[in-house]
């Protein structure tokens, strides 16, 4: 007896190992949960600030420019304002700092006077480097998050004329950052280049309640020189936290620009215990416990026979083989329920997983490929038509007035006629073409092993369809256009340009700014 005793206890200290390291495995996972969400948050940041880049630098570009006072100009301005969304106003500003020309909404205050604009930091550092800039938070849009960012107009000579200003707007973002919120409990901060809170999700209305961790945290990670940190810290209640913080920066020896904060409740061991897969494991260890006394009295062969199984199925799993099942055991039920036990939670893991990486590639409205996933299907057709020398084609696409239709009849109206131009993208292309929601009211395509000529057979119908398109939203008639801008990419162009997607979205960019340019509702080709 005194060896069954022995052997029991040590099958016991194995089961109470394993239950450790899942613990530990359990940390390591949420510690990447909540990088990942601190991530995800940072390139939808990121992706924003570079699309105000480009709408600065193609406004600084324009040929009315350098004549700011004409009404052409005037007109683009606003033209680029209505077009894009999550902008509180575009402004242009005297050397000076005397406004101009403004599209959108003043602020509280209705403007600073020009000795207050020429102290803020945006102004000097743009006319100071001659380049974009993104500036601090400002205090003249209560209840909103606004950042400015700056671009000068340079003329032939070199001479700065004026300073082009467009304010974002942070809080635009809040449906993608309540899927991180109701999925994960996790807040989002977001502070700007001072260090100052500019936006909180889901408390931004409430500047001044306490943050969700210790202060002293928080200007530790602020002042590290890492660009993506985790650490744990506790909220004034005790709470313990977990948070990661990634650092936007124009380049890596500038300072970082906005700094994103996640933050969730760190979970205990308690947690753990109560979590979705533990009634399983703590099933299977009552299961293994009682296997223990019965295969001391059922005999050797089985027992063994079966922890075998067990233990070479267990090193699988721990090295990451999720889909490594457990057969049927002979000779000992016991085993077999542990079996049934492991592969039931297996099955659960595998399915959250393979829900998971749908989330994080599916656009959730409208059901086509998020703008993540769109980039990486087109590196790989890149790569492939490199080798085939083939063509493909990439195309923009742009709803025309389509914050006017969310100003007519109402947002979920604009979500109808959106799910509405997917549908029609599905059913109009190939299997093998890729299509995307590539941000707002603008989506994507990818044409393979496509010309010029195929390209433009597909965008007509496309086009043709989507004009002759009604949506009916709460007995109203909804009817709009869209417009569209190609790029054909060669494989001389290829050899000639380099590898880059980027250059062939920006050529397709504007491509699309022709079309809008002539009219809206047609195809242009860059």
């Given at each position: 007896m005194s060896v069954v ?290 295969a001391a009295r059922s ?25 490594s099942r457990i057969e ?199």
């Amino acid at each position: 007896m005194s060896v069954v005793f022995l052997a029991m206890a040590f099958l016991s200290l194995i089961a109470a190992y394993n239950l450790y390291d899942a613990w530990t495995w359990m940390q390591h996972e949420e510690r990447k949960r909540i990088m990942s969400n601190a991530e995800s948050c940072a390139e939808q940041q990121r992706s924003r600030y570079e699309t105000t880049e480009n709408l600065l630098r193609s406004l600084s570009l324009f040929r009315f420019a350098d004549q700011i006072d004409t009404s052409e100009f005037y007109e683009y301005m606003r033209a680029v304002y209505s077009s894009y969304s999550g902008y509180l106003r575009f402004e242009v500003l005297s050397t000076e700092g005397i406004r101009l020309r403004m599209a959108g909404e003043p602020g509280k205050t209705g403007g600073a006077p020009p000795e207050e604009i020429r102290r803020r930091f945006y102004f000097r550092e743009a006319i100071k480097n001659r380049d974009f800039v993104v500036g601090e938070l400002l205090d003249s849009y209560p209840g909103d998050a606004a950042i400015p960012t700056a671009m000068p107009i340079i003329d032939g000579s070199r001479h700065i004329q004026a300073v082009l200003v467009a304010v974002i707007d942070l809080g635009s973002e809040e449906p993608a950052l309540n899927v991180l919120h109701r999925n994960y409990q996790t807040e989002i901060l977001l502070f700007d280049r001072r260090g100052k809170l500019a936006y909180r999700y889901p408390e931004s209305k409430d500047k001044k309640a306490e943050l969700p961790l210790n202060g002293r945290d928080l200007a530790t990670a602020i002042g590290d020189a890492e660009t993506k940190i985790s650490f744990p810290s506790r909220d004034s209640a005790g709470q313990d936290k977990l948070c990661a913080m990634v650092k936007l920066r124009a380049s890596e020896d500038q300072p970082a620009y906005l700094y994103v904060l996640a933050v969730s409740p760190k979970k205990g061991f308690a947690d753990f215990l109560t979590s979705q897969y533990m009634p399983q494991l703590a099933a299977t260890i009552l299961s293994f416990l009682l296997s223990l006394w019965l295969a001391a009295r059922s005999g050797r062969r089985f027992f063994a026979s079966g922890l075998e199984i067990l233990a070479v199925r267990t090193r699988k799993i721990k090295h990451g083989d999720l889909s490594s099942r457990i057969e049927s055991i002979e000779g000992c039920r016991e085993i077999q329920i542990l079996a049934d036990g492991m592969n039931s939670m297996l099955d659960s893991l595998e399915a959250g997983n393979e829900k998971l990486r749908e989330l994080s590639n599916t656009d959730e409205l409208t059901g086509l490929c998020n703008r993540r996933k769109f980039y990486s299907l087109a590196e790989e057709e890149m790569k492939r038509s490199a080798r085939s020398r083939d063509a493909f084609t990439i195309v923009l696409v742009d709803l025309d007035h389509f914050k006017t239709i969310n100003d007519t009849y109402g947002h979920a109206a604009g979500d109808a006629v959106l799910k509405s131009f997917a549908a029609i993208l599905r059913a109009n292309t190939r299997k093998t073409d890729v299509t995307a929601r590539f941000g707002g009211e603008e989506f994507i395509i990818l044409l393979p092993e496509t010309d010029q000529n195929g390209a433009m057979a597909v965008i007509e119908k496309i086009r043709g369809v989507c004009e002759a398109d009604t949506v009916i939203f709460h007995g109203r008639h909804i009817r709009y256009t869209a417009s569209f801008g190609a790029h054909v990419r060669n494989p001389d162009e290829a050899k000639k340009d380099g590898p880059s997607l980027e250059s062939v979205v920006k050529k397709a960019d504007e491509a699309l700014y022709q079309s809008k340019n002539n009219g809206r509702n047609r195809i242009s080709f860059k």
